[in-house]
């Protein structure tokens, strides 16, 4: 997609402290950070959000979450939450499917 910004940052067009990489999936530190540790983990394939999967795109999501498992463990990490928000009302601002990982102290309750 030409007009997004997180294909851009896969592309190399807008710079990114990488976190994780592999194939299938790409992960970087949140520009905004909204607690101590604040990463995104998007799949390298635009997705639009958590409403465009499918029983055909979402092996890639329990990839992410196994992703998100090794590298909070990696990090030390024992207590984090992750979040997706879908939808402008949800609070959805960057249209490829991403995942929130917040950790690194007390967090806020939310749900
Ligand atoms: P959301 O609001 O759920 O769509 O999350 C989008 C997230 O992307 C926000 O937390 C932004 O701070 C973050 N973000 C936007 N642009 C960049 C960027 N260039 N590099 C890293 N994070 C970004
Ligand atoms: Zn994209």
Redesign the pocket.
Known sequence: MDDC??CK?LKGE????KAYEDEQVYA???????APV?I?VIPKQHLPGAAAITPENSAVVGHIFEVIAQLTREMGLTDYRV???NGAD??????HL?F?ILAGGKLGEMA
Do not use: C, M, R, W
Request: a neutral charge; zero cysteines; aromatic letters at 12%.
């Open positions: 910004i997180f940052i807008i710079p990114s402290k970087f530190y949140d520009i905004e950070p909204k604040h995104l979040v997706t928000n949800a609070g959805q601002t960057v249209h991403h929130h």
